[in-house]
């Protein structure tokens, strides 16, 4: 079955950064666009980025521009959110997506928590 595990998340301070790890299993990986997505305190679930499959295009929330990397490793079925110049706002569970087969599949989510 599809599988996502989320990992990386901790507390940092402002300005400082994170790298966050979703590792897949159960499906193709390389055929799937994968996306991170992240849910605040008291706040609905937003998308944060988008890689594609095979050509890695990536895109990226207006906020999260020039902060936040997207990537990809196909041969480790794993994805990646480079965090950078981290805000309190930032602060959220993040959660790793997959949609295989028109069905939604999340991951657990990982806490991420920017405070001094």
């Known amino acids: 079955q599809v599988q996502l595990v989320e990992s990386g998340g901790g507390l940092v301070q402002p300005g400082g950064s994170l790298r966050l790890s979703c590792a897949a299993s159960g499906f193709t990986f390389s055929s799937y666009a994968m996306y991170w997505y992240r849910q605040a305190p008291g706040k609905e679930r937003e998308w944060v980025a988008t890689i594609s499959s095979v050509d890695t295009i990536t895109n990226y929330a207006e906020s999260m521009k020039g902060r936040f990397t997207i990537s990809r490793d196909n041969a480790k079925n794993t994805m990646y959110l480079q965090m950078n110049s981290l805000k309190p706002e930032d602060t959220a569970l993040y959660y790793c997506?997959?949609?295989?087969?028109?069905?939604?599949?999340w991951g657990q989510g990982t806490q991420v928590t920017v405070s001094s």
């Open positions: 997506n997959a949609k295989v087969r028109l069905v939604n599949y």
